[in-house]
């Protein structure tokens, strides 16, 4: 099954996510099929980018969001 969820970036306490569109098999930070986005949740106005043209292309052909990314994309 295919699953958008976030892979974890940054230096250690300093966090910094990309939103990876992955096979669900594969690790956390394992390889991924594309990158449709990132979110920083360091910066005062925590700062999220998302391709919504690929993030419904994706939710369109049966990929299943994270629990996290559904939170923070308001889905």
Avoid: C
């Amino acid at each position: 099954m295919t699953v958008i969820r976030l892979t974890r970036m940054g230096r250690k306490k300093q966090p910094f996510y990309r939103i990876a569109v992955t096979d669900s098999r594969k690790r956390r930070d394992g390889g991924w099929i594309e990158l449709i986005g990132h979110y920083n949740p360091m910066n005062e106005e925590k700062t999220l980018v998302v391709d919504n043209e690929r993030l419904d292309y994706w939710l369109g052909v049966g990929a299943q969001m994270s629990s996290r990314v559904k939170k923070i994309t308001g889905r």
